[in-house]
């Protein structure tokens, strides 16, 4: 009877997150009830960002820093576009680790809101289960450092605990590139989601009729995107001036 009540709850839940969604958007063709139950929308999950800091980040080998650095900012920046619940854990931050990413620390400037522990795998730390668990998702997207140990043991634990977990593969980083690679394996043979940071963005967003988000998402594009980035910025550059050329005499 408990498990009914649950996932009755859920249920509920899930379809006012729909409902919400469904009515951000302008455009009356579209309707998110027709797509994929496994996608991502600002509703249906929770962002948890694990050990984003300088120290972790020294020993990351399995992707050049500046793009670490970068898709973590594209991530962050995202969930306060779309108010995606989100939970910033930290290890040993004044001890060991060091600060938060400064991509990290521009959308979630409260440093005391953030979750500083010992153990490395986060969902030991009763604070952070407590964190995810107020939001009444079912969905768990996850990023940080290093992948084969705090993102690994983090995504597996939630998924025991009956999360549907997804990892942002290219905002997470391991010590080496087969260190990430097997990190990443073992996760997928669990059952575990990879997906990319751009990837994540354009789910979430999904549909370019949102006109509330629409100049959010193109600078969001522009500043993170790379070269989809720039290609945005030079549509919107030509039109510029074409609309300067055809205003001149």
């Known amino acids: 009877m408990k498990k009914l009540k649950i996932s009755l709850l859920f249920l509920m839940f899930a379809s006012i997150a729909t409902a919400q969604w469904k009515q951000s958007s302008s455009n009356p063709n579209n309707d998110p009830a027709n797509a994929a139950k496994q996608l991502l929308n600002p509703g249906n999950h929770v962002l948890v960002l694990i050990d984003h800091e300088s120290q972790m980040a020294f020993a990351v080998e399995s992707q050049p820093i500046e793009e670490l650095r970068n898709?973590?900012?594209m991530i962050a920046n995202l969930s306060k576009i779309y108010e995606i619940p989100t939970v910033v854990t930290t290890v040993a931050e004044k001890a060991f680790s060091g600060p938060v990413f400064p991509?990290?620390?521009?959308f979630f400037p409260d440093a005391s809101k953030y979750i500083d522990r010992t153990t490395m795998n986060c969902w030991e730390d009763k604070r952070v289960v407590a964190a995810v668990t107020k939001f009444d998702k079912k969905k768990v997207?996850?990023?940080g450092l290093w992948t084969e140990v705090c993102t690994l043991?983090?995504?597996l634990s939630a998924q025991e605990d009956g999360y549907e977990v997804y990892v942002i593969t290219d905002a997470s980083g391991g010590?080496?590139?087969e260190a990430h690679d097997m990190a990443i394996a073992r996760m997928m043979m669990a059952g575990i989601k990879p997906?990319?940071?751009l990837q994540y963005a354009l789910e979430v967003h999904r549909d370019w009729a949102r006109a509330e988000t629409y100049v959010a998402m193109n600078k969001l594009a522009?500043?993170?995107g790379g070269a989809y980035g720039l290609g945005i910025h030079y549509k919107k550059t030509l039109d510029e001036w074409e609309a300067e050329q055809?205003?001149?005499p």
């Open 222 to 224: 522009m500043r993170w």
């Open 141 to 143: 997207v996850m990023a």
């Open 71 to 73: 898709n973590t900012g």
């Open 103 to 106: 991509e990290v620390k521009e």
């Open 175 to 177: 010590i080496s590139k």
């Open 195 to 197: 997906i990319t940071s």
């Open 153 to 155: 043991t983090a995504a």
């Open 246 to 248: 055809a205003e001149k």
